[in-house]
């Protein structure tokens, strides 16, 4: 936690920097984070993303749900050569954002997409076939926030344990519960796929506000 709390200086320039290019968007306003802040959000996944990727360099991303690309420029900022990586984004662009748009901020924020690779569509319906279509292919860092559904996230889940190599990071972010009661409250999906799916997993829950969940498979 100690070493989280100075990357919120880090987040903030991200989310400045991206203000400019995507005016409206209520994501970017710095005045959410102040409030994160006011209520008690410590740590959140976005800065467990800053942290992780100071001290390791993944190759092999696979990012499940991206919006507008955030979380991208949030591991990729630091990362001595993108270039290099194999990303895979998921993502059926309902809400907001569109690959153009996401390489418009990653290129905004100096970061070279050479290694990025767009997919619009289902993840519940994608990742297994390009699964089936790359049989050979792990992840060294798998990001879950797509559909906040308990279905559609425990079948994502499911589907991106098994492509996890060893030693690799997941994420499941929006894990819940937030502060005012609402949001999403997805602990129980997660504790269910872990046990029935994931028993090699080293897992953590950070039960902050929106918390989010954390597995490492053993190297």
């Known amino acids: 936690m100690e070493e989280l709390t100075p990357l919120w200086m880090i987040l903030m320039s991200?989310?400045?920097?991206?203000?400019v290019a995507n005016p409206g968007d209520h994501y970017y306003e710095t005045t959410t984070l102040f409030g994160n802040?006011?209520?008690g959000r410590?740590?959140?996944k976005n800065l467990f993303e800053i942290w992780l990727f100071l001290r390791c360099y993944p190759r092999m991303i696979l990012?499940?749900?991206t919006r507008t690309g955030v979380s991208l420029v949030n591991k990729l900022a630091f990362h001595p050569n993108a270039a290099a990586c194999l990303i895979l984004s998921v993502d059926l662009y309902v809400e907001q954002g569109s690959p153009d748009l996401v390489e418009r901020n990653l290129r905004q924020m100096g970061i070279d997409t050479s290694g990025v690779c767009y997919v619009r569509g289902d993840s519940r319906e994608v990742v297994p076939a390009l699964s089936q279509a790359m049989p050979e292919v792990r992840y060294e860092y798998i990001l879950v926030d797509g559909s906040h559904k308990a279905d559609d996230a425990r079948i994502d889940l499911i589907n991106a344990i098994p492509l996890l190599a060893p030693g690799g990071i997941l994420v499941f972010d929006d894990a819940g519960p937030a502060e005012d009661g609402g949001g999403y409250n997805l602990i129980t999906v997660w504790d269910e796929v872990i046990a029935s799916h994931g028993t090699d997993l080293e897992t953590h829950h950070y039960d902050v506000p929106y918390g989010f969940c954390v597995g490492r498979r053993a190297g």
């Open 14 to 19: 991200h989310q400045r920097a991206l203000a």
């Open 63 to 65: 990012e499940i749900g």
């Open 42 to 44: 410590i740590v959140q």
């Open 37 to 39: 802040l006011s209520r």
